[in-house]
């Protein structure tokens, strides 16, 4: 038998610290004119001492299953985008897996930093398909902050914290585009980009984290165009266009990335969801916090058709359709 997956339900959690523009600008050589024009950029959160990627996790996976009304033992399958775990080892999805209270199943960690998310959705939505789980957890977590060079103006400004989570659940029938669920997601790697954005450090090369370094030109060259591509390329695949799309939730990067996106897809920005004001680049959780206010706040309805993309260092990027 054929099966295809569904959003239940979503969550998001963020950090009650905000630190914001005015507030960088009293540590570093910016001002919040400055973020703003070239990021779009007002605030971020930042967690606090303590909190860990498998505490904001837990907190957005609380909140999405109770919006689904599944409860922890019905869930088979945790999957955790983050590229900053608590530990090296185990995954940090096995620490959110336990505090919830999940009795069965398997819970690991993927790692596409931004792109996270989309990759965690793939793997979800494949293994429900092959009916290898019926219900499960996608988590999209960070605490980007800790691998951050507060020195360096041209990172430290862009990124946060938070998590966002969905759940999925299996039902007969193939998946396709006029119906409930995860119609289809669309992944690549161009291994060739890795030092355009990456982390100087690791367990097998300095034994540190490292922080984050960034070409940020060349990171914006190459988002604008993979990510046209990668919505061209998941509409192509069903048969649809631009115009069918309800809403695009994009990877909250950059505003001028997402700007750029859109002008290249021909899409009104009425139909683009974005939180990067707020929540600056949180990563792997930027989608599904932004999923969760487009939800929460009436925006996307039952029915509607959701394309989702991001792009992280790798580099890694993705696109998915889901039709809410």
């Keep these: ?7 239940l339900g979503c969550g998001a959690y963020l950090p ?58 019905e869930v088979d399958l945790v999957v955790l985008a983050t590229t900053t775990p608590d530990d090296v080892f185990p995954a940090t999805a096995a620490r959110v897996q336990a505090a919830l209270g999940c009795e069965s199943g398997a819970a690991f960690d993927v790692q596409a930093v931004c792109a996270g998310f989309i990759f965690a959705l793939a793997v979800a939505d494949n293994a429900i398909r092959l009916n290898q789980a019926k219900t499960a957890l996608v988590v999209g977590a960070e605490t980007f902050s800790r691998l ?46 890795y030092d355009i954005l990456y982390v100087n450090g690791g367990p097998s090369s300095t034994q540190t984290v490292g922080t984050v370094r960034m070409q940020g030109k060349e ?18 695949a069903n048969d649809l266009s631009p115009a069918d799309i309800d809403w695009l939730v994009p990877h909250q990067a950059n505003e001028r990335i997402i700007d750029g996106t859109v002008r290249k897809l021909r899409l009104g920005s009425e139909r683009v969801i974005k939180t990067v004001e707020r929540h600056a680049n949180t990563s792997a959780a930027s989608v599904p916090l932004a999923l ?33």
Excluded at 307 to 320: K, N, Y
Aim: proline share 2%; aromatic share 4%; with cysteine.
């Design 292 to 324: 969760a206010e487009g939800v929460a706040d009436g925006r996307i309805k039952e029915g509607q058709l959701i394309l989702v993309e991001a792009i992280g260092g790798g580099l890694a990027w993705g696109a998915g359709l889901v039709r809410w």
């Design 1 to 7: 038998m054929l099966f295809h997956s569904r959003v």
């Design 148 to 193: 951050l060079d507060w020195n360096d103006r041209g990172t430290c400004v862009l990124f946060g914290d938070g998590a966002g989570a969905i759940v999925l659940r299996g039902f007969p029938g193939a998946p396709n585009a006029r119906q409930r669920g995860v119609v289809s997601t669309h992944l690549h790697t161009d291994g060739r980009l």
């Design 219 to 236: 990171v914006f060259r190459h988002a604008v165009a993979k990510l046209s591509d990668v919505v061209l390329e998941a509409l192509k």
């Design 16 to 73: 009650e610290r905000i630190v914001t523009n005015e507030e960088l600008a009293e540590r570093i050589d910016t001002s919040n004119e400055w973020i703003v024009e070239r990021t779009g950029i007002r605030e971020r959160r930042i967690a606090g001492d303590g909190e860990r990627t498998s505490d904001l996790a837990l907190h957005a996976a609380r909140a999405a299953l109770a919006k689904a009304g599944v409860a922890p033992s």
